[in-house]
């Protein structure tokens, strides 16, 4: 196979064995690579009452068939298996790991099994050791990437680690590689602390093989001009997710206080403030051409150089807590990337218990302390608190599920989705939206897809989805369905979201990679197949249609701002989804007929 080394490593840490696997060709067909390819690998080990903490479970890492090419902010890798929250995780990172990884001679590893003590692995070359990672446990995730290069002595090793939340079990613990790239989202820092795996480190110099060069370099100089005329593509690599703020703000999809409102002095928290009050130096993942990636001079709290945050971050730790200290919110991301802990969940948990706390359902007795909004420096403290589980740092350490459940706090209230907590796209700005965060496979997700970006005008011609009326959905559920199929084929090429490359052009990559002719019918059909096995998988663990909810708490009218009077009905929307999902509106599963089209009648035994 071209595009693809044709094997994976399972590792056992029980046992402390590496054993090859192949990687099937029809199989790389059929579910690409990265997270699709997860989801085909694990789907047998993935049983219904299986632990996500226990050595049972399985963590993949993956990559994709463009990983180590010269695809655009193509090479990002994939850490997927059962999440932390009992249902299917995914999470994808930048940087240059996950070519590290590839070039060590893998399409992935697949990580089961608990190791007595700490250890890392150690990929390279075509084999794979179990490392004493002893001395490392405690660390940073900073200074464990420094310490396992110095270690490792061989340049061009790159690193994917946990830190302390993952080592204590943080339900939202992420993994943290590159310096400040993260695996944010679905708690796997977590499951790697459950196996006592403090890191995966990696390197080598297997080549990727590319069927059809002159193809390629056609394909690569299209999607390189396309990109080149898109203002989305300058914007982010002047100012990064960040620019997206104030845009962001003026159509009331930035959050503030726990989701009660929109309305804030948002220039506190803006690029440009950002960019007037410290000196800004960007860098990109391997082969991006936008640079998203953002460092500024900080000269506080002994720190000199630090990553920005990044949207999801300045508005999770930032507004949604009340918070408008500029200062505290690029210490509190920094914070987090040390510790390994997603700043989506870790920012809801902190605003969720300071809304709680205003209302009188957490008291100061139970938190040890006031939970005012807005208190930046507070909020850095408990970033502490949760990561090494002290005080009330512990109960936050769990989600706002089980926050809510400690304090018996009512369900609608609860800015969750399958475990997963709200991101800062405000549904009620894009409804789209909130029927993305209802049915992603992982729980809220503003990734799976990224209806927003449709709606804001970047429509796909050749695949007939166009932006409409933001608020409301009729009619246009078809082709939301067709652009989260679409997202999945994204995910599973490890293609960065950011990258304004069409379809078309993502084809023809791929062809002139693999040297397969693939129709995108055909491609499309393998994004929509890769949902359906993952929602059989989540139907395994249980999940069913009163899964797929959105908590009043997000749906509900605001009193002012852009989205003002505006309320989210999910039910209508919902029922559509499902007739265009070939869904059972009862059971929440896919119908065997729907199944055996996407050539997965094998699964459907399995759920019937
Ligand atoms: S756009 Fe940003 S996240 Fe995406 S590949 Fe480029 S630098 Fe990485």
């Known amino acids: 196979m071209k595009g693809y080394h044709g094997k994976i490593l399972k590792i056992d840490l029980s046992y402390g064995s590496s054993t090859p696997i192949d990687l ?41 068939p463009f990983t180590g090419t010269r695809v655009p902010s193509g090479s990002r890798f994939a850490i997927a298996g059962l999440s932390p929250n009992g249902v299917w995780g995914e ?13 060590a001679g893998f399409d992935g590893v697949l990580i089961t099994g608990k190791a007595e003590k700490p250890v890392y692995i150690w990929v390279h070359d075509g084999e794979a050791e179990i490392k004493d990672a002893t001395h490392l446990w405690g660390k940073d995730c900073y200074e464990t990437q420094e310490i396992i290069k110095k270690d490792l002595g061989e340049k061009g090793v790159r690193v994917s680690c946990i830190g302390l939340a993952g080592e204590n ?27 006592n795996l403090k890191a995966v480190a990696a390197h080598g110099d297997a080549k990727v093989e590319i069927a059809d060069e002159e193809k390629f370099d056609e394909a690569y100089n299209t999607t390189m001009r396309t990109n080149q005329a898109n203002p989305f593509f300058h914007l982010l690599g002047k100012y990064g997710t960040l620019g997206y703020l104030d845009m962001g703000f003026l159509l009331g999809d930035v959050p503030y206080k726990y989701f009660t409102g929109t309305v804030f002095p948002a220039e506190n928290v803006s690029p440009t403030t950002l960019m007037e009050r410290y000196p800004v130096k960007g860098y990109a993942c391997f082969g991006c051409p936008i640079g998203c990636g953002k460092r500024v001079r900080y000269n506080k709290k002994g720190i000199d150089e ?23 919110l690029i210490y509190a991301n920094h914070l987090c990337n040390a510790y390994g802990m997603d700043t989506i969940s870790a920012g809801v948990s902190i ?26 420096e507070r909020i850095s403290n408990l970033i502490k608190m949760i990561a090494k589980r002290e005080g009330f740092g512990d109960v936050l350490a769990e989600g706002v599920r089980a926050i809510a ?19 800062m796209h405000d549904a009620r700005a894009f409804f789209g939206q909130g029927l993305g965060y209802a049915t992603s496979p992982r729980g ?24 409409g009326e933001r608020f409301n959905m009729q009619g246009r559920v078809s082709s939301f369905v067709k652009y989260q199929n ?29 040297g397969w002719n693939l129709s995108m019918e055909e491609f499309v059909r393998a994004g929509e197949r890769m949902f359906n096995l993952k929602r059989v998988i989540n139907n395994l663990r249980g999940i069913t249609r009163k899964d797929d909810k959105l908590p009043r708490i997000v749906t509900a009218s605001l009193n002012e701002g852009p989205t003002a009077g505006k309320s989210l009905g999910l039910e209508a929307m919902l029922r559509e989804y499902y007739e265009f999902r070939g869904w059972d509106w009862e059971s929440g599963k896919p119908t065997a007929q729907k199944l055996n089209e996407l050539g997965l009648g094998d699964v459907a035994e399995k759920i019937s």
């Not at 040890?368 to 909004?373: D, I, S, T």
């Not at 018996?408 to 997963?420: H, I, T, W």
């Not at 052009?505 to 693999?514: A, C, H, P, R």
């Open 444 to 467: 809220a997700c503003h990734n799976r897809p990224d209806w927003f970006v449709v709606e804001l005008g970047t429509g796909i011609q050749e695949l007939d989805i166009s932006p």
């Open 351 to 376: 605003a969720f218990s300071m809304y709680l706390f205003e209302k009188g359902v957490i008291s100061e007795r139970d938190a040890g302390m006031r939970l005012e909004w807005g208190d930046g």
């Open 306 to 328: 630090v990553d920005t945050p990044e949207y999801e971050t300045i508005v999770a730790l930032g507004p949604l807590c009340g918070n408008l200290d500029l200062d505290e």
């Open 405 to 423: 459940a400690k304090f018996r706090v009512n369900e609608e209230e609860v800015a969750e989705v399958k475990g997963l907590e709200v991101p």
């Open 24 to 64: 099937k060709e029809e199989w790389a067909k059929a579910y690409i690579g990265g997270v699709g390819l997860a989801a085909k690998l694990l789907f047998d080990q993935i049983t219904p009452d299986l632990d996500p903490f226990s050595p049972e479970n399985y963590l993949a890492y993956l990559t994709g």
């Open 169 to 195: 079990l943080v339900k939202y613990a992420c993994v943290i590689n590159d310096a400040g790239r993260a695996a944010g989202r679905c708690g796997f820092g977590a499951v790697m602390g459950s196996k």
């Open 91 to 103: 999470s994808t990172s930048g940087g240059h790991f996950g070519v590290a990884l590839k070039r």
């Open 486 to 514: 679409f997202r999945e084929v994204y995910n599973s090429l490890l293609l960065c979201m950011f990258i304004q490359s069409t379809p078309r052009e993502v084809l023809d990559l791929f062809n002139s990679i693999t």
